[in-house]
């Protein structure tokens, strides 16, 4: 008896052997089986393997949720119903995603214009408005204190007067349209020819000239909108001539009105 106890001690690591080949029998066998199973299937029997040996059998792959009734297989080589299991929900990351970079087009700030520039695309716009063979003109040129703009002649007002007429009033509605947008102040500047008025309301040049600016801009102001600090007006009577006074021409060129653009840097605008 004593023999068969030590030959039986022996030999029990055959019943460990038999039991691993059984399960490795088994194993193969649940393979084969589901070769063609579908997906669910085989996402149970992962899962009854994981519950079974406490691995994760098929690496890399996710979690799955364990359902009821799948297949486990336990060490003692036994087989059945999976025990129900309450599946659990992966709630999504609260981790918030970088933001993202949104560059904003900043309109880049306009360089403005040079006085040469602005006197250049003046003159294309202003001096061609009068038609040839009229008796005045416009003229645009480029001061030490501005750009100046002299409107000449009868376009405005007729000799010794102060009331601008109804072509002059066109006239000046499409100056006034040019000037305004541009960022400047503006001087409203009266001149007369050498010819003393005949007495009435303007006893001399000086109330001419300066009747002949404060109405313009009071047309600028009250028409055209212009603000009124933009604005100023001043009479220079006959003594600031452009032209000798000698001849008709140089009279209807000095009988003018001047709308000076003032430089920003003017001693006139400190």
Known sequence: MAGDHGRASRE???ITYADMLTLLLAFFVILYSIS?????RFRQFEQ?????FHVDVLKGSTSTNPVSGGAIVGLNDAVGPAPAIVPTVTLPST???????VTIPVAATPTPSSDAQVT???RQQLEGLVKPGTLGGIQVEE???GIAISIYGVLL??????????????LLDQVAADIKPLPYNVRVEGNTDSIQPDGGLYPTNWELSAARALVVTHYLINVEHFEPSRLSAVGYAEFRPVAPNTTREGRLRNRRVDLVLVHPNSPSTR
């Open 12 to 14: 029990r690591w055959l």
């Open 36 to 40: 063609k199973a579908d997906i669910a």
């Open 48 to 52: 009854g393997m994981q519950q079974a």
């Open 95 to 101: 981790e918030l995603a970088p933001p993202i970079p």
């Open 120 to 122: 250049e695309r003046l």
């Open 143 to 145: 001061r030490p204190d």
């Open 157 to 170: 007002f007729d000799a010794g007067e102060a009331q601008i007429g109804e072509a002059g009033l066109k």
